[in-house]
């Protein structure tokens, strides 16, 4: 294949106030969100999920540091689970910091002025207002099945198995139906096993059985599950309890049994399924959710994007003239953002330069740590400053990566950062924790997106991976 065109890669560095470009990907972003949506988020769903994250969080991670086994099969899952825990954290800390609801309310009491006596538009507020209303009770339900019940490893894959139950219940279903469902659950469990640390599981399944009971409302719980708990383990309030049924369960599941799972596939029948205490359990919940509260959550999101509709046009009404200056939230479609290389204060007397160089690694670097651990030979060359074509020679040191003004969000991790000639100078890869309500409000003056610096890149690929043929095929510009 000759494509059209190939980025050059530079190897010119940056300083502060350079033009960078980043295309990519964005996820997705609620900068139009109301007031309403802002309250929810800060009082109900972002504390629930911070909670339930550290919850499992810190059970993988007591197992993770006993065994580099544990810790090598847990590691993908513990980062993704820890990297929207602390987007979670740093979002309400920021929406609250920056006040960015009363600016919301603000604003929409200069729309609601303008509504007045246009049909059109004079309830699209007060809509909202019910339809948050008529959620919001449920809404802490739907994150503590999601983020809690649902965050045990176990019970997710069991409540999966709802499908071969309903394959094995529904009447008129084939021999042949069951066998293709069974098969299907059959290739999951593999995956699913193979990743399953038991002894971190076990502790979450009990932490999460527990928060729903606690924090949940009680008319809320899925009947008869507690009441079988409490027959058979006892006080409900203990943490003992859940740990002895934990502990039950996977002593006694036969998606973790082998010999149990094969006969069971060998012969698939409900009654087997229903009656196993994974099943039981994951399905209780699932069920409950769905008959009753899933009605709830539709409603909801469909009239939120009924009303997000009706309000957007009314926005652009009231203001046509800074029409031409909005633009569509994010939602995975390519997009490219414009900005520059920008040190910034984060807060009185403190400055972050907009590059981080080797000496940062170096000083962080601590051997055996979970986090801070570096090859031996990376330590080796960087502190003999064997940095050959990549040295930054204004710093006479490898530029490990830099900072730009740019807006981006989830889904633009690797995307490319190009100079003002359109060379690549970077991979974009995070945000700062101090524009963490990035989402929902951009901040000019605090946003920054964090860049691995090409050289550093091309450095651990040729000096440290010994990889110069993949240089080779590059365009370097000097």
Not at 1 to 28: C, E, N, Q, R, W
Request: glycine share 6%; hydrophobic share 35%.
């Amino acid at each position: 294949l000759t494509p059209k065109h190939f980025l050059p890669v530079s190897l010119k560095g940056v300083k502060d106030g350079d033009y960078a470009m980043i295309y990519g990907y964005p996820g997705g972003t609620n900068r139009y969100e109301t007031s309403y949506g802002i309250k929810l988020k800060n009082e109900i769903d972002n504390p629930a999920l911070v909670s339930l994250r550290d919850m499992r969080l810190k059970n993988m991670y007591a197992q993770m540091i006993k065994d580099p086994a544990v810790k090598l099969k847990l590691a993908s899952n513990y980062a993704g689970i820890a990297n929207y825990w602390k987007f979670f954290d740093g979002e309400t800390k920021q929406l609250v910091k920056f006040k960015t609801y009363e600016a919301k309310q603000k604003y929409e009491q200069n729309f609601a002025t303008w509504a007045k006596g246009k049909p059109a538009y004079e309830n699209i507020l007060s809509d909202y207002e019910k339809a948050y209303a008529a959620w919001t009770p449920y809404s802490k339900h739907r994150q503590y099945l999601r983020e809690g019940i649902l965050g045990s490893p176990l019970a997710a894959f069991a409540s999966s198995l709802m499908g071969l139950e309903a394959a094995m219940v529904k009447q008129g279903t084939t021999s042949a139906d069951i066998k293709k469902a069974a098969e299907a659950s059959n290739a999951q469990r593999q995956g699913f096993i193979a990743a399953e640390d038991q002894p971190s599981d076990v502790k979450i399944l009990a932490a999460v059985a527990q928060a729903f009971y606690t924090d949940i409302d009680k008319n809320q719980h899925p009947i008869g599950f507690y009441e079988k708990l409490k027959a058979a383990y006892g006080n409900l309030n203990d943490e003992n309890t859940y740990k002895k049924w934990a502990t039950d369960v996977f002593a006694n599941s036969i998606i973790l049994n082998d010999t149990k799972w094969a006969a069971f596939m060998g012969n698939p029948d409900a009654i087997t399924l229903q009656a196993d205490p994974a099943f039981d359990f994951a399905s209780s919940f699932v069920k409950s959710y769905n008959t009753k509260y899933a009605p709830y959550f539709n409603e909801f999101n469909n009239k939120n994007n009924e009303l997000g509709r009706s309000y957007m046009k009314g926005i652009m009404e009231m203001n046509p003239a800074a029409v031409n200056k909005m633009y569509p939230d994010a939602n995975f479609s390519m997009r490219v953002s414009f900005g520059n290389v920008k040190s910034y204060k984060p807060r009185d007397a403190v400055q972050y330069d907009y590059i981080t160089t080797s000496k940062g690694i170096l000083e962080k670097y601590k051997a055996g740590d979970y986090e801070y651990d570096l090859p031996v030979k990376q330590v080796e060359m960087l502190k003999k400053k064997d940095f050959g074509q990549y040295i930054d020679k204004t710093r006479n040191d490898l530029v490990i990566g830099f900072i730009t003004s740019n807006d981006i969000t989830g889904g633009n991790s690797g995307s490319p950062v190009l100079d003002g000639s359109g060379n690549l100078i970077g991979l974009a890869f995070d945000g700062n924790y101090e524009a963490l309500s990035h989402k929902i409000a951009f901040d000019k003056d605090l946003n920054r997106t964090i860049n691995v610096d090409i050289r550093y890149v091309l450095w651990c690929i040729d000096k440290l991976g010994g990889a110069k043929n993949l240089i080779n095929e590059l365009k370097l510009v000097r």
